[in-house]
């Protein structure tokens, strides 16, 4: 079945959509924190980076990956606040992204989350690319309303999610990460109800 890229400005609900398209058409969630972690350990131990490049089957890499870092046990807010060197940290980061990423493609019916799955993915057949937006004011009361957290750190959470956003497209070398013609469906969640936005996501994956 297709595989689905969601990109999106910090807020605007990229994760939450994520979630329940995945629930909605029985796929798996592959979110930023599994791609981040991946990315840590290659910067501690770059044997990782070779292992999963000269994988010959992809059958269960998805699982055997869950497996080796485990649950984890910070919630998402803590985890974005958090400073982590390996997150943006140059070349090595970009291209074990260029080799995860279509492992986890590879396993079909997935939700990818961010990590410049647009890009990456951009030539893969029966692939649909979805970016969410919204202004800053939505975004800070979605922060507030899901992750219950007041005003001042979902604005500091947004904005340090924003500089590592635009870090990470440095990297790749773009700047045109919201352009519209990238993306299958542009969703402005300014003018959209969550429940409106699962459903076009949903119909148009599903044909």
Known sequence: MPVITIARQFGAGGKTLGTRVAENLGYNLIDEQIVEMVALEADVAPELV??????????????????RFGPFSKGYV????????????????????????????????????????????????DTFHFLMIANIENRIKFM?????????????VIDKQ??????????????????????????NMNRLRLDDAVQAVCRLVAG
């Open 162 to 187: 924003n500089k590592r956003r635009i870090n990470l497209y440095r990297y790749f070398g773009r700047t045109d990460y919201d352009q519209p013609d990238l993306y299958h469906l542009v969703l």
């Open 50 to 67: 070779d292992a999963i490049a000269q994988e010959t089957g992809h059958e269960g890499i998805v699982q055997r990956l869950l497996r």
């Open 144 to 156: 507030m309303e899901h992750y219950q957290i007041d005003r001042k750190k979902a604005q500091a």
């Open 78 to 125: 803590e985890t974005a606040m958090e400073e982590r060197p390996g997150y943006v940290n140059g070349d090595l980061y970009i291209s074990l992204l260029h080799k995860v990423i279509p492992i986890f493609a590879e396993q079909g019916n997935v939700v990818i989350i961010g990590r410049g799955g647009q890009y990456i993915l951009a030539e893969r057949p």
